[in-house]
């Protein structure tokens, strides 16, 4: 079992960026495929971006491709997710899953607040 913890969320204006950490605890990050998920009010939590079955393999929704990036650093047991250029539809809350195929989520953590203003 995983434990994951998000961090790095708030308040920014338009265009600013962010960058949101989530670090893992009880098991290596290593075991799993990583990514990124978003939810807001009345929507249901869709990814934004997620690592495949290569090491080189990365999935990013159309609404955040050339704007976030997603990264891992094993030796800390965490995945990043560099925001830039935000806009105010990217306000939701984001939450780090881990999972045993691409794109799923069998861990999640407790989520971040990201709002941007316009």
């Known amino acids: 079992q995983v434990q994951l913890v998000e961090s790095g969320g708030g308040l920014v204006q338009a265009g600013g960026s962010l960058r949101l950490s989530c670090a893992a605890s009880?098991?290596?990050?290593?075991?799993?495929?990583m990514g990124w998920f978003r939810q807001v009010p009345g929507k249901e939590r869709a990814i934004v971006a997620g690592?495949?079955?290569?090491?080189?393999?990365?999935y990013y929704a159309d609404s955040v491709k050339g704007r976030f990036t997603i990264s891992r650093d094993n030796a800390k047991n965490t995945v990043y997710l560099q925001m830039n250029s935000l806009k105010p539809d990217d306000t939701a809350v984001y939450y780090c899953?881990?999972?045993?195929?691409?794109?799923?989520?069998?861990?999640w953590g407790q989520g971040t607040q990201v709002t941007v203003s316009s």
């Open positions: 899953a881990a999972g045993q195929i691409p794109g799923s989520a069998d861990y």
């Open positions: 009880g098991r290596s990050l290593g075991s799993y495929f």
């Open positions: 690592f495949g079955w290569s090491g080189t393999s990365i």
